[in-house]
Each structure stands twice: as structure tokens, then as C-alpha cells.
């Protein structure tokens, strides 16, 4: 057996800086605008009026300081072998209690050596939170960002399970020496140029230590399974590294509050520099990792900070999607993370998870509504479970309105009936910006009963949908069918400004959005009368208001409605195929048909944030000697979001065949592994990956050519390996 390696010299396609900005939507966490954010909208009425006049203050939109994030190459630590004397091959568990803690401590050795190599190089393994801060001469903060994850896109390393042989010796077993891999990298900050804003003098950029998905307090799993020849190997998992991963609901509750209290703590002052364009290097803080620890002299339960461990068993870097598989004892841990993202003016995310031992996923909708006070929104979308098994709300990871309230998901099965949580929200006045906690999650049982009273007791409801809601704080809630208002399904729905509309400024005023056109909606609740005026009959993808305009975007670009009138603003190459805006800041979101990314301010001047996917073609040929045949093949690569074909083909006299074709549509969080590829021998081997990517690295192949084998068998497609 022989391994043929090809390099692909580090090629990169899309966006490959990932910075988080938690407001307007989750497509700006990219190169985007940090929006200082303002405080909620204020509510008509004079009551109102001695709490606006005190509260508010105008949003500054500032040029961001963003994150680099560069991938250094890859660093290993060796697990030393283990001789277990008590322990059998006949037993899946393997080691006894004692052996298994004396195996964990030299596990968590070895990690925590890995971990000093890599802060000695001044490079990261980790995620770290990152944060900045613009200050004036006196010291005062100006603005203070959001923290932030910032790391590789796969997230935590040394999750994946670890390889080993096991040896049955005369008198118990010998697990083989393995490596503990993980790619490193350096993180950077690009600062802008402040020459424009006088007030700001100094920039602080902070970072934590690196958040570490083990724990020193927990024992390492262990399983031995047979390989297809029959010898076994030790199926290996850091201590702690399957425990966040299996309990994605109650169990990280338990330690966000803690996690969130403790944040500021954690984050340490890394670079303070004046503030002028530049590039700087963060150096790592190493507040995870000790030489008590690295010594194994320090108890078990403080090998990591407190702060660190707590950061550890909660957090979720923004805006990531998991699924995850790794060994627990005898049986394999799966986990589901599916972010729901809300966009617009009240941002929120926050994790719906299913770990369960089942491995089969479906997607199901639901419902997301946020509450603020008594107004309640609705957005629909689509999350994943595990078959048969309830759903668990994982705590809120990013930053909601200040004014929210309430998080409800309701999730719609098969079988019609409704599964759904709630989160209570919080502020955390220890956190600057408007992060929420929650003290637990509080499952609900929810019947069409209970769906009915929420619409009914909510005094201002807005639903995308048939059915919309507008009265005042006494009237009921009263259901508008799609058909009557012209038979159009209703896509969006907003309410529209009295002082811009011309038709009966006494009711209660709406822009319906149909796949039919643009309709003028009245509704009087209290007297169940409603009335429709066709307004245009240009066929919109979306609708948002910022300030007192309402933007409507469609095929010509993005136009502006205005009392019965829809003119162009903004005209545009490519159809838009969304909208959203941020009140705060004034700043409106547009996203075009090809999925590039704009931002346009009042007059329709418009910005490019980010582009959409780029095109991706790499093809490599190699040559094989006299008898080889292709067995298996590697190709390590990752990407946000890949959407396209790998192929492999032999050439010889017979021209060339193709052996190999594996589609790909989705992200790619592992290096892809081929395994049982069965083919007669050829001379030549080409490799070629082809299609469109977001965020792609890849960095070559390797194929894996044998003298014998038989030609039956079936391509088996795998993502992940350890390496």
C-alpha cells in the first residue's frame, strides 16, 4: 500500500474573514458595518414623551476594526502509549475506572503541552473572544464593540475521536501511541482610519484565552471496536470533549449565566495603540493553560480557570452551524445545532439542538417569535431534529434588541402536532451591549388552543403569512384571509406611516405584500370591516422600513413607497432577492439575486459588503506504477458552503474513465474521505473538484493505490478524519 500526496499550494475561494457583527442580519457577519447600536424605537403617545426626551441619542455608524483570521499549519502532540494490565480486547468498555482516570491525566498532559507549543509560537489552536474599544484622549470609551468569537471555521479543534492500535498482551492491553492534532493560526487586526472622527484617540483591542472544549475534571472515553481484518483499535475522546456535545439544551443553561458574568473577566487588554490605519498581531494571553498544568501537578479540577471552563461547556462561536459525531463509552454521540437567525431591526440568534443516538435528521418548520413587552413578531423558517426525540432550546449566543422580552420557538412535526420553549430574557449589566441571558429554559406544551390565545392577546401583531393582526390595546385580534385581499398569498406585510398615506388616515394602515402586487390595507378592528386598494402591480421579494421610509425590493432594484406610490431609488443588475434595515443606524441591507451584498444609505448610493460565491476548478494528475489500484482518496478541504463535484478519473489505453463522482451541496467541515473505491489498475489518476464556494481552503489530496484488491465494492463517503 502506498500513499500518493498532492498539493494544491493553499488555494482559497470567497470570503475568508469571518468577523461577527450581531446587528441588522446574519450576512453582514462578514466585511461589513459595526453599527453602534441605538436604543429601541420610542412609542407614539404623550405619555411617552419625558422618557423619549431623556433616552434619545443618535447612532454613529463607525468603520469596524476587523479580525484576520490567517491558518498557520498544523501542530501535533504524541499521546503516549498505555499499558492497561487489567483491561481485555472481549470488552467494549476496555479500562478500568482507575486505568481510565491514569489514561485521561496523560491525555490532558499531552494537550495541555500542545496547547504551550502553540501560545510559545504566539499562534492560536482555540477560539478566542475578541473585542475592541475606540477611546477619546481622556480615556472615556467612544464606542465599545460587541465581543465576538474569532478562529478557524471549524471551530473547536481536538474534538474529533483519536485512532490507536491496541496489542493484547500476555497479561492485560497496550493502546498504541496517537497524535493530537490541530490546525493553528495567527489573528490580526486591521484597524481603519479614524483621521475623520476627532473624538477618537486610542484604540484598545482585547482577547480572551483560548476556549477550550475539554475538561481536565471528566474522564476520557475509550471504546475498542474490530477492524474490517479483525484487529482492534481504541476509539479515543479528550476528557470532556463529548460531554458539551451531547447535552445541548439544560445543560449549557446551567453555565451561560456564569459564562456571561464572567466575560469581562476573561478578556484581557492585548494591543493599546494610538489610533491611525494599521495592521497588528494579537499575541495569545494563555490564561486556559498553566506550568502546573503541563506538570500535572495542579488538581484535576483546576486545570483550567474557572472562567475558562465555564466558556467552554456553553459557548457556540457566532453564527456556526455543528454537526458533530464522536465516540461516548460504547455508543456514538450526535449532535444538532441549527442557528435561527433573525433579521431586521431586532436582531436575535439564538440554537435549537436534538442530541440523540438516532442518526436520523429531519427538517421541520417553526416559528420564531420575539416578544417586546406586549408587541409580539413572528419570522417562519426551518430547524433539525433527530427523529423521535424531543427538541432542546439551547440560551440565547448573540445580542436581541434590548427591548425584547421573550423568545418563543414553536416547531410543527409530522404528524401536526407542536413542540415549542420559551426564554425568558434578561439584561446582564456587567455586559455594555445588550447581552441577554437566560436563568433555564422552561419547555411548553403548545396545542392550537394556545397558538389562537397569543395571537388574540397581543395587542399589536405583525405575521408574515395569511393571516395578519393590527388593533389597538382593548380590540381583539382579528384574522385577514389571503383571499380578501385579492387572492394574492400574502408574502409581507408593514405597516405603513399615517402621515405619508392618502387613503382613510382613521383606520389602521398596511402595505400587503401578495404575489399578485402591492395592496393599501385599512382595518378597523373594532368594527371587523377591512378594505383593500391595489397600489401596483410589480411583484416584490421584500419589504422593509427604516426611519419614516418603507424600501420595496424587486426585479428593477430597490424602490420606495411612499402613500400610493411605488417609485424606483435605487435601480440594480441583478434582481434583489432581499431586504432588511436597521432603524438605529439608518443602514439598509440588500442582498441581490447572485448573493452579493450591498448596503445603501437614504439617497440609494450603494456600497458592496460582500461578494457572492466564487467559481472553483482544481485538477491534479498523478502517475501509478505497473498493478496499482485506487483503494481510498483524502481531499483536505473545508468550506462555509460548497456546491459542486468531486471526480476522480483514470487514464490509460483505454482512454479515460471516470471512477469516482461524489456531489457535494452544503458546508464542508472535514476533509473528505473515499473509502472501498474499487477499480482496475490505470497509469494516470486525476483529481478534479469543480463547482462554487464560500470560504473554501483546500490544500490537496492524498490517494491511497494498492497491488491487490478486488474490483467489487461500493464508494463509501465520509466527512472527517483526524488530522
Keep these: 500500500m502506498r500513499t500518493i500526496a498532492i498539493k494544491a499550494e493553499g488555494l482559497r475561494a470567497g470570503s475568508a474573514t469571518r468577523v461577527c457583527v450581531n446587528l441588522v442580519a446574519d450576512s453582514l457577519r462578514g466585511d461589513g458595518l459595526v453599527i453602534c447600536p441605538g436604543l429601541p424605537p420610542m412609542p407614539d403617545g404623550a405619555a411617552d414623551e419625558e422618557y423619549a426626551a431623556a433616552t434619545v441619542r443618535e447612532p454613529w455608524v463607525w468603520a469596524p476594526v476587523r479580525w484576520r483570521v490567517n491558518s498557520t499549519g498544523e501542530m501535533w502532540q504524541p499521546l503516549q502509549r498505555f499499558v492497561a494490565k487489567d483491561a481485555d480486547t472481549g470488552s467494549v468498555a476496555a479500562l478500568t475506572q482507575s486505568e481510565l482516570r491514569k489514561y485521561s491525566d496523560g491525555a490532558m498532559n499531552a494537550y495541555g503541552a500542545l496547547c504551550a507549543r502553540v501560545e510559545g509560537a504566539g499562534l492560536f489552536m482555540q477560539p478566542v473572544m475578541v473585542r475592541y474599544r475606540l477611546t477619546d484622549a481622556a480615556g472615556r470609551t467612544v464606542f465599545e464593540s460587541q465581543p465576538s468569537v474569532a478562529g478557524l471555521p471549524q471551530g473547536w479543534q481536538c474534538v474529533e475521536p483519536l485512532e ?337 398615506t392618502s387613503w382613510d388616515a382613521s383606520r389602521g394602515r398596511l402595505y400587503a405584500i401578495t404575489t399578485e402586487g402591492v395592496l393599501g390595507v385599512t382595518v378597523s378592528a373594532a368594527r371587523g370591516e377591512i378594505a383593500a386598494m391595489a397600489l401596483s402591480s410589480q411583484q416584490l421579494t421584500g419589504v422593509a422600513r427604516c426611519g419614516s421610509t418603507i424600501y420595496a425590493a424587486g426585479s428593477g432594484g430597490v424602490m420606495r413607497l411612499a402613500g400610493t406610490a411605488l417609485s424606483v431609488l435605487a435601480p440594480t443588475p441583478k434582481s434583489v432577492a432581499g431586504i432588511c434595515a436597521d432603524e438605529a443606524s439608518g443602514l439598509v441591507m440588500v442582498r441581490l439575486a447572485d448573493g452579493e451584498l450591498r448596503a445603501m444609505d437614504a439617497d440609494g448610493t450603494m456600497t458592496t459588503v460582500s461578494q457572492p460565491a466564487s467559481a472553483v476548478e482544481w485538477e491534479a494528475t498523478v502517475t501509478t506504477r505497473p498493478g496499482e489500484r485506487l483503494t481510498e482518496a483524502l481531499v483536505c478541504m473545508r468550506a462555509t458552503h460548497f456546491s459542486g463535484a468531486l471526480e476522480i478519473y483514470g487514464s490509460g489505453p483505454g482512454g479515460r474513465v471516470r471512477i469516482v463522482r461524489l456531489d457535494i451541496d452544503g458546508a464542508v467541515e472535514r476533509p473528505l474521505l473515499l473509502r472501498h473505491i474499487a477499480a482496475p489498475h490505470r497509469a494516470r489518476l486525476t483529481v478534479r473538484l469543480a463547482g462554487t464556494a464560500t470560504s473554501l481552503r483546500l490544500t490537496g489530496a492524498e490517494l491511497i493505490v494498492s497491488q491487490s484488491g478486488s474490483e467489487k465494492g461500493g464508494v463509501v463517503a465520509e466527512m472527517g478524519r483526524n488530522r
Design 164 to 500: 490507536a492500535e491496541v496489542t493484547q498482551l500476555s497479561q492485560g492491553i497496550e493502546i498504541g501511541e496517537t497524535l493530537i492534532r490541530a490546525e493553528t493560526f495567527s489573528l490580526e487586526a486591521v484597524i481603519p482610519d479614524y483621521s475623520d472622527r476627532p473624538e477618537v484617540s486610542l484604540v484598545e483591542l482585547e482577547v480572551s484565552g483560548m476556549l477550550h472544549p475539554v475538561d481536565g475534571a471528566k474522564d476520557a472515553a475509550v471504546a475498542l471496536r474490530k477492524t474490517n481484518s479483525g484487529s482492534p483499535v481504541a476509539v479515543i475522546a479528550l476528557p470532556g470533549a463529548t460531554s458539551w456535545m451531547a447535552d445541548l439544551g439544560t445543560w449549557r443553561a446551567r453555565r451561560l449565566e456564569q459564562t456571561a458574568d464572567r466575560c469581562e473577566e476573561m478578556m484581557h487588554i492585548a494591543r493599546r495603540l494610538p489610533a491611525a490605519a494599521t495592521t497588528v498581531s494579537i499575541p495569545p494571553v494563555g490564561s486556559g493553560v498553566s506550568s502546573a498544568w503541563m506538570a500535572g501537578t495542579e488538581p484535576s479540577e483546576g486545570r483550567l480557570s474557572g472562567a475558562s471552563r465555564a466558556v467552554a461547556e456553553c459557548s457556540i462561536p457566532h453564527g456556526m452551524k455543528a454537526r458533530v459525531s464522536v465516540w461516548a463509552g460504547d455508543s456514538v454521540v450526535h449532535g444538532a445545532i441549527t442557528p435561527l437567525l433573525w433579521p431586521g431591526a431586532h436582531p436575535a440568534e439564538l440554537i435549537v439542538a436534538s442530541g440523540t443516538e438516532s442518526a436520523a435528521t429531519e427538517r421541520i418548520p417553526a416559528v420564531t417569535r420575539v416578544w417586546f413587552g406586549s408587541k409580539m413578531l413572528e419570522r417562519s423558517g426551518e430547524i433539525e431534529r433527530f427523529v423521535g426525540h424531543p427538541l432542546l432550546m439551547a440560551p440565547m449566543v448573540a445580542y436581541p434588541h434590548p427591548g425584547a422580552t421573550k423568545i418563543e420557538v414553536i416547531a410543527t412535526l409530522s404528524d401536526g402536532s407542536r413542540e415549542g420553549a420559551a426564554v425568558e430574557l434578561h439584561p446582564n449589566e456587567a455586559m455594555s451591549r445588550a447581552v441577554w441571558v437566560s436563568p433555564g429554559l422552561v419547555p411548553i406544551s403548545l396545542s392550537d388552543s394556545y397558538v389562537a390565545t397569543v395571537a388574540s392577546s397581543a395587542p399589536e401583531v405583525e405575521e408574515r403569512g395569511g393571516m395578519v393582526a393590527v388593533c389597538g390595546a382593548d380590540s381583539p385580534a382579528l384574522p385577514v384571509a389571503a383571499s380578501t385581499v385579492g387572492g394574492g398569498r400574502i408574502t409581507a406585510l408593514i405597516s405603513a406611516d399615517r402621515s405619508l
